[in-house]
């Protein structure tokens, strides 16, 4: 009886703990295998050249402003909280003295202040104060929703897709002549680098009703709707950009980007404001964190890859994720009417023309 017991219980253990296990811990180690790797080798020269990081305050954007640092740029830390910046300045500063370090103030959920923000900067750091223009603009500050809930920015817009999207598409437009000045005067193409997601699989972007105003809103259990609505309206701005920029025949390029499973802050307090269902909160989210979770260095390196290195010299318009080309066989290919009728309906909402 005792034997039976025995091994009753060590069958047991065995499936239902030992097994699933190593199964994690393999499918761990896969992952992490897979992953794409910086190879800093093969990166363009950005010594004394200007870059824009939005959202380097923290996550992969404060990795991110300083990888460019300890490459030697000088980098604008565009952020909307100045004393969280500074405080980010301090941090990066005890780890490298290479480069600058410039905080200016940018809410993206203002459209004026996005304004004001590429007007101080064309004033400061573009025309004949910057023979060399903005080599490197990356948009990487974002909200995520918490799940179910809408809120509305000061301009009308739903929170999400105001900051996510429009914010960066203004100031994408207001920064383009920099950013173009930057390519005309390198061999090197200056490039736009859009920090999207693969939540943008989820997407689905009504053009009559783009800020959920008329369509009633049912959120996903697990990604929220209007934060995979803006991943979508990323993919599209970066495919529309790309073919203009190839129309306008300037040495510019522009990628978007998923960074992978990496936990921040804003991810954080969204959850802590609208928790989902117990069961993915408690077993399914601590399981996809403990397979796919990357640390922000590991977030930021498809950043780096896409604004740096020499592979990419010759591409534009695509995603990348893991440091390599997304190809478009592994998800939906992005409808270019689409892209074009997202692009219009944009310059329209921040009244750019």
Known sequence: MLCCLSGWLCSTLFYFAILPAAVLLGTKLIIKKLRGKVDPTNEVDIQGKTVIVTGASDGIGKVTAEEFAIRGARVIMACRNLQKAEKCVEDIRKKTS????????LDLSKLSSVRKFASEFLQKYGGDSNPGGLSILVNNAGIVNPLGVRKVTEDGFEETFGVNHL?????????????????NKSSDPSRIVIVSSGAHNWGQLNFDDLMFEKTPFEDFKILPKLYCNSKLANNLFNLELAKKLRAK?????????????VLTNIETDALRETPPHWLILNVIRPILKFVMLKNAKEGTETTIYCSLSKYLTHHSGEMYRNSEF??????????EKDAAKLWEMSEKLVKLN
């Not at 025949?249 to 499973?261: I, Q, R």
């Not at 997304?326 to 409808?335: E, F, G, N, Q, T």
């Open 249 to 261: 025949k300037v040495n510019v390029n522009c990628y978007a980007l998923c960074p992978g499973f």
């Open 167 to 183: 914010g960066h598409f203004l100031l994408t437009n207001l920064l383009l002549p920099e950013i173009e000045k930057a390519g």
């Open 326 to 335: 997304w190809d478009y066989s592994k998800r939906p290919k992005l409808s």
């Open 98 to 105: 290479n480069g600058e370090l410039i905080v200016m103030e």
